[in-house]
């Protein structure tokens, strides 16, 4: 789990940027855009707080998306985009460098299970023993057109 000073750091750098940007003759965020955004960093920090590296993850996807979408939108400079899709790496790679993976779960291994058994004197379909009244005796016996090619002269 990451420690509450560090968490604090990662994210520091991002809400320093959703703050300081969009000035000048740029486009300019909208407090409520930044507004989601600070949203979005804070899900990231408590995540992350927690150990839950997969959802902190999952949040900096989002907060990655929510940028390109706000730039391509004309929302946010370019400028400011680019800085932030940094601080979204960066603490991508924190977070995977500092919060634990989960476990691997353990599932439930199927137990083995023996074939089916016929009762006595029903056909399982397995092949059998020839122990019994067919013995010998194949479904096609007596169908054949009589032009096997074997030796003449035994029987």
Known sequence: MI??????????VLVAVVLSGCGGDEPTLGSGAADELHAQVAAVREAAGKGDRDTALEALDGLAARVRELESGGSLAEVDATALRRGV???KRRVRQEVAAPAPTATAT???TAPPVAPDGEEDGEPGTGNDEQKGKGETEGKGKGKAKGKKGKP
């Open 89 to 91: 790496g960066r603490a």
């Open 3 to 12: 420690s509450p000073m560090r968490t604090r750091a990662l994210f520091g």
């Open 110 to 112: 199927p137990a083995a």
